[in-house]
């Protein structure tokens, strides 16, 4: 099969190659995929970066195509069936950059009809990812949820989830055509984080007030958000990443004395519970057809380093994917 690997550490453009690898049988359990779509994320990328424990790493953790092959013990009826992955890479050098994969049979999940294979590329990481976090916030309804990188692929997915929800959405933005995006997914303003001070603006928006939740993708920044008390008293922070995870201070008597709750997650690493809880939500929301989905750019697998570097470049609105065949 056709796949792209890196073996060492580096730029995207130095070290990923296209080649041929083994094709993969799978065992018992699992199921091969012909792949016809892999995301790339912004995790993604930063795995290229980390130490190697094995030979090579065929990228990403996300994609969508039709299972082929099923191992024994996975019922015949799978073959044919259209799919979407989940952590098609986590712990593992084999992902989805590549024609076919392997993979146990609750990783594949069946794809609705109604949505394309390029819309489900985006879903193990981005939608799965804004689902839990809208999900750790409870009860959202009638609520004024303020969701940091409105228009990143995460954000995009999160503040549609927090409208059906029946909140009330400001997102941050970095520009107007980023602001545009959000709005398009629902937020009823955006607040330009270069340009405005993010804790006015909230409460300019909010009649006088904080906000009563924060979807949050960069925590030590957030971090000096809340100590602006830019949360109401009582409010829920979810946070899953940061762009600076040493020496961070966090505002300990704001959060205390407001009695703000803290939830972290990283959503390579749900409970079953929460993964099984998220996974059904997000069939349910596509096979409703209440999801919009941005692709932002596609390409090649021989392009592939070409969208490692948009990944990174930061200015392409929407998702990035690779078309496999």
Known sequence: ??????????????????????????????????????????????????????????????????IDIVGDGVSPSRIGERVWIWNGQHRRPMGTAAEYIVLPEAQVIRLPASTDFAAAACLGIPALTAFQAVHLLGDISGKTVLVIGASSAVGHYATQIAVLGGANVIGTVGSPEKAMHAQAAGAFATINYKQEPVTKRVKELNLGRGVDAIIDMDFSTTAKLIGESVVAPHATVVSYGSNNANDMEVPFRTLLSSSISLHFFLVYDLSPT??????????????????????????????IAAAHEAVEGGKIIGNIILDLH
């Open 1 to 66: 099969m056709r796949a792209a690997w890196y073996s060492k550490n580096g730029a995207a453009s130095e070290v990923l190659v296209v080649g041929e690898l083994p094709t993969p049988t799978p065992g018992r359990g699992e199921v091969r995929v012909r792949l016809a779509t892999s995301g790339v994320n912004p995790s993604d990328v930063k795995k290229r970066g980390r130490p190697l424990d094995t030979e090579r790493i065929v990228p990403h953790s996300d994609g969508a195509g039709v």
């Open 274 to 303: 929460d993964r099984r809880i998220a996974l059904d939500g997000v069939t349910e929301l596509l096979a409703g057809g209440r999801l919009s989905h941005s692709i932002g750019a596609r390409f090649t697998l021989n392009d």
